[in-house]
């Protein structure tokens, strides 16, 4: 009897088991063990899965930071700072800039937070200088990084896809169709997706977090322009060479760091 009932715990054991590994996600596209730069990473508390994070630097206290101009129609919401450099403020437009007594900054209704140009006063120029500087030392971070986990995943055509923490890459454009796309791991795990091409996000296409993955530790490196369609939802750091360009009513949980502009349409943009 007894030999029974271990048998019959063997049994449900090995049953629940598969049903998990049932239960992961199947990914097409070529998976290699990453190394060096892209070594996971780890806190005295919890392993963190995936390549190492991409120091924004000052970069990182901007919403929204752009080398050319912001430009918004509509009702747009930005939680956050934003800042141009080396345009000067008259490249934000839309906002109903509203200067500040120091003229370090400037404030707007649609801006929970303060916004900069390089033509602001001392220290403001040198702040945005830095800031720009390390924007791009980001993009090329990110970019420059090597041993994929995951490389021309679904041939650009992420849609529908689960993707778990790593280093992706791709040699033309990535597509996410309006069946969106889910991120999951751990609140610690980080991932980067080198794209040469466009990023494109599709009408209504959502990016979907699960298991406490945090939009602060996702890194879209963009050789071309992003381009967010009407009502999308995206999720994490855009890092573009280009254009950042944002349709009627799309959200962005993230950052939006573009080297020439970003163009908004009654969206919301939140810091992650």
Known sequence: MKR???RKAYLLSMLVLSVFVCTLPAYAGS??????DNDQNST???????????NLGT????VILTKTGITTTGTTAIVGNMGVSPIVATAMTGFGLIAD??????????????????DYAPP????????????????????????????????GDISGKTLLPGLYNWSTDVLITNAGITLAGGPNDIWILQMA?????????MVTLLGGAQAKNIFWQVSGQATLGTAADMKGIILSKTLISMNTG???SGRALAQTAVTLIANTVTAP
């Open 197 to 205: 091409g466009n990023l494109t996000v599709n009408n209504s296409a």
């Open 250 to 252: 799309a959200k962005l």
């Open 124 to 155: 403001t120029p040198t702040i945005m200088t830095t800031a720009i500087g390390d924007m791009q030392t980001a993009y090329t971070d990110a970019a420059g990084r090597i041993n994929p986990d995951f490389a021309e995943l679904g041939g």
């Open 44 to 54: 005295s508390s919890t392993s963190a899965a995936g390549p190492k994070a991409v």
């Open 59 to 62: 970069a990182g206290d901007f």
């Open 31 to 36: 998976h290699h063990r990453s190394s060096d």
């Open 101 to 118: 007594s120091t003229n370090t900054f400037s404030t707007s209704a649609l801006v929970t937070g303060k916004i900069y140009a390089a």
């Open 4 to 6: 029974f009932i271990e």
